[in-house]
């Protein structure tokens, strides 16, 4: 089983970059698909970024595309994600998603979250 830990949220300003990283412990970790989604007040849990179990395929919603990098390293049972030129909009609770349907963008295919970092893009 796997289980993820979140961190690297913050207050940035808008232009700003922040780096989210997500600490996985348990053994499949390096065989699976790993996704971010995000959570604005009010709003549902959108799909961000998934990578592939071994980093070699990545997509990405349409609002972060050009602008976020997913990553991860397998060795060291971390998934990251790079955020440059950030938006009020970007303001959001991240969570990082495993186990799931490598192509597909619903939380749904995504069996096992974390408890989310904050991210919140000033004006």
């Known amino acids: 089983q796997v289980q993820l830990v979140e961190s690297g949220g913050g207050l940035v300003q808008t232009g700003g970059s922040l780096r989210l990283s997500c600490a996985a412990s348990?053994?499949?970790?390096?065989?699976?698909?790993l996704a971010w989604f995000r959570q604005a007040p009010g709003r549902d849990r959108d799909f961000v970024a998934a990578i592939s179990w071994n980093g070699g395929s990545r997509y990405y919603a349409d609002s972060v595309k050009g602008r976020f990098i997913i990553s991860r390293d397998n060795a060291k049972n971390t998934l990251s994600l790079q955020m440059h030129s950030l938006k009020p909009e970007d303001t959001a609770l991240y969570y990082c998603?495993?186990?799931?349907?490598?192509?597909?963008?619903?939380?749904?295919?995504?069996?096992?979250w974390g408890q989310g970092t904050q991210v919140t893009v000033s004006s």
């Open positions: 998603a495993a186990r799931g349907t490598f192509g597909s963008r619903s939380e749904a295919d995504f069996a096992v």
């Open positions: 348990g053994r499949t970790f390096n065989s699976v698909t």
